[in-house]
C-alpha cells in the first residue's frame, strides 16, 4: 500500500461545478496535511493546510478525518484557472527525529468551458 | 522573503560529466529537501537536511551526494549519471523538520535535468 493515496483522475468538470479530490494516508502518527497545486511543468504551491477542524478559504474546502487517516478538498464554482494537479501531501515519521513530506499520486483536473 | 532559489534552471549533462544543483533560501528554515519528479509523476523525496546534517536518505544511488554547506544552502552533486536520471529535481524548505507538526514546505522552481 502507497503512504499517501489519491483518487486517480483525471477529473474533467464545466465551469462553475463542485469537484471533491480524497486522499489517504498509511500512518496514523502523521499530524501535518497539506493540499498543493502544481501546474504543468511548475513547481507545488501550497493551496491550503489541512486542520482537525477543517478549514476553508474562499471557495476551497479541507477535511481531515484522523480515525479514517482520510483528508478531503473540495472546490465550488470551479474556474477554469483551476485546472491543474492537486497534491496531497502528509507528513511521515516512523519514530526517528525527522519527518518526511510524502507526496500523493496527485489528481488531474481539467476544468472545461 | 517566501522563496526558495535554485540554479540552474535547465541543465543539460553528458553520462561522464559531473555538475552540481544549487538550491539558496532565507527565510531561516532548518530543514532542507531533495525531490526528484519524472513526468506525470509526483515528487518523490530523495535526501532530507535537518540543521546542517543529513538525516534522511531515502536509498538514493550513490551518483547523487548532497551537501548543505550552512543552514541556507543545499547543493547536489551529480555524477555519472544515467539518462533515466532525467527529471526535474525540487528543492524545499520547511521551518523545522523534528516537531510532529511540520508548516508548509516552500519548493524551488526547479532544475530541469536532462542526461544525454
Known amino acids: 500500500r502507497k503512504e499517501v493515496e489519491q483518487d486517480p483522475g483525471p477529473f474533467n468538470v464545466p465551469e462553475g461545478a463542485t469537484v471533491a479530490f480524497n486522499c489517504t494516508y498509511s500512518?496514523?502518527?502523521?499530524?501535518?496535511f497539506f493540499w498543493y497545486r502544481q501546474d504543468c511543468r511548475k513547481e507545488p504551491k501550497l493551496l491550503m493546510s489541512v486542520y482537525s477542524s477543517g478549514n476553508e478559504d474562499g471557495r476551497f474546502t479541507a477535511q481531515l478525518n484522523r480515525a479514517s487517516q482520510y483528508i478531503s478538498l473540495l472546490i465550488r464554482d470551479s474556474k477554469l484557472s483551476d485546472s491543474a494537479t492537486y497534491l496531497c501531501?502528509?507528513?511521515?515519521?516512523?519514530?526517528?527525529?525527522?519527518?518526511?513530506?510524502?507526496f500523493g499520486t496527485g489528481t488531474l483536473l481539467a476544468v472545461q468551458p | 522573503d517566501t522563496e526558495v532559489t535554485q540554479t540552474p534552471k535547465h541543465l543539460v549533462m553528458g553520462m561522464t560529466n559531473k555538475k552540481s544543483l544549487k538550491c539558496e533560501q532565507h527565510m531561516g528554515h532548518r530543514a532542507m529537501y531533495w525531490y526528484k519528479q519524472k513526468a506525470k509523476k509526483p515528487p518523490e523525496l530523495m535526501f532530507v537536511?535537518?540543521?546542517?546534517?543529513?538525516?534522511i536518505n531515502e536509498s538514493v544511488p550513490s551518483r547523487f551526494s548532497p551537501e548543505c554547506p550552512n543552514s541556507s544552502l543545499l547543493n547536489l552533486h551529480l555524477h555519472a549519471l544515467q539518462p533515466e536520471d532525467s527529471a526535474l529535481y525540487l528543492c524545499?524548505?520547511?521551518?523545522?523538520?523534528?516537531?510532529?507538526?511540520?508548516?508548509?514546505?516552500?519548493f524551488g522552481q526547479g532544475t530541469r535535468l536532462t542526461v544525454v
Open positions: 500512518n496514523s502518527a502523521s499530524q501535518s
Open positions: 501531501v502528509v507528513n511521515m515519521n516512523y519514530g526517528g527525529a525527522t519527518n518526511k513530506l510524502i
Open positions: 524545499a524548505s520547511t521551518k523545522e523538520s523534528y516537531v510532529p507538526v511540520i508548516a508548509e514546505a516552500f
Open positions: 537536511y535537518s540543521y546542517e546534517k543529513l538525516s
